[in-house]
């Protein structure tokens, strides 16, 4: 192995780092904005069961119903500028995941392309080392008789 193809396998390394790192990061935004989309789901699901009782109400049974469906309204207003943003950062992790795989993939092809190339000049030096042998002179024969 030659220094250009040490340097190629040091390279792969540093890319399948920053490929599972990528890929760690592009989990790690999928899970916040999978629980944030869980979040907004239970805060809608308290909203629809907050019901008004039918009949008499008291006054104060009134008003926190009241203030309670609209701090969930509130809460959910305000949930949704975090969703867009988890969504546009798992989006963009995923284009880094995405940028870091082919980055992997071009550095082993290149190393591939430079062991094979290893082995060709390991080969041809090897052809290269062998005595010569100066062969005999031996007739040509051609069909039908001699030359």
Known sequence: MNARTARRKRIIRVRSVEHQMA???????????????????????????????????AGRALNSVGELGMRLDMAKENLAAPLSHASARRDEMGV???????????????????????????????????????????LRLIEGGAA
């Open 96 to 138: 880094r995941a995405q940028h870091a795989m082919i980055k992997e993939e071009s550095a082993v092809r290149l190393y591939e392309r430079s062991r094979r190339s290893d082995e060709a000049d390991m080969e041809r030096r090897s052809d290269a080392n062998r005595p010569f042998r100066r062969r005999a002179m031996s």
């Open 23 to 57: 890929e760690a990061n592009l989990a790690r935004a999928k899970g916040e904005l999978a629980s944030l989309v869980e979040l907004a789901q239970r805060l809608e699901t308290l909203r629809v069961d907050l019901a008004m009782a039918k009949g008499a109400v």
